[in-house]
């Protein structure tokens, strides 16, 4: 009887543990939808070789801006387009990443489309009234071998304007 009663009290006070795991996806998915649209962005890129990684505190001064990358989505034109900007006394070896595209009004993904070169453009899904989200990710590297990754959870998010026919 005392192993129950023990039982009892160790799950009741594990109980508020497990309820915020359990009401998590829900919360997240609850702050994606009330986020503002965002359709376009520029992402900084660092020389990730000026950052000393086994420093406490990063010195603001001592990182360089190597690029920096401009998204851009067009609701009208459905496509989101991306250019690679990069800084004086760094030139351009390759940019290479994903853009990952959800349908937030109906919950479908579109897969991960692969994005490389320093600009192009994808084709958005068109739902007219759909709420979409496009997350992004990529490196990009100079050619005297600097650069770094765009940090995680840079994102797109639009509502679309046309529907194609």
């Known amino acids: 009887m005392k192993k129950i009663i023990s039982l009892i009290v160790i799950l009741l006070l ?18 994606i939808n009330d986020l503002p649209n965002i359709e376009s962005f ?24 190597v690029a920096d990358i401009n998204f851009n989505v067009n ?13 004086p006394g760094y030139n351009f070896q ?7 595209i959800t349908d937030l009004t109906s919950g479908l993904g579109y897969g991960n489309t692969g994005i490389s070169g320093i600009k192009g453009s994808i084709a958005a899904p068109t739902l007219k009234g759909h709420i979409f989200r496009a997350t992004v990710s ?5 050619t005297t071998g600097v650069g770094n990754t765009i940090p995680s959870g840079a994102y797109l998010k639009w509502e679309s304007k046309t529907t194609l026919k």
């Open 94 to 100: 390759s940019f290479k990443g994903n853009i990952r």
């Open 14 to 31: 594990m109980t508020p543990f497990f309820g915020n795991i359990v009401n998590a996806e829900e919360i997240n998915q609850q702050d």
């Open 42 to 65: 520029t992402v900084p890129i660092y020389d990730n070789s000026s950052i000393n990684l086994n420093s406490t505190t990063i010195q603001a001064k001592s990182v360089k801006k």
């Open 138 to 142: 990529g490196t990009v590297i100079t």
């Open 75 to 87: 609701s009208a034109t459905t496509r989101i387009s991306y250019t690679v900007v990069m800084k």
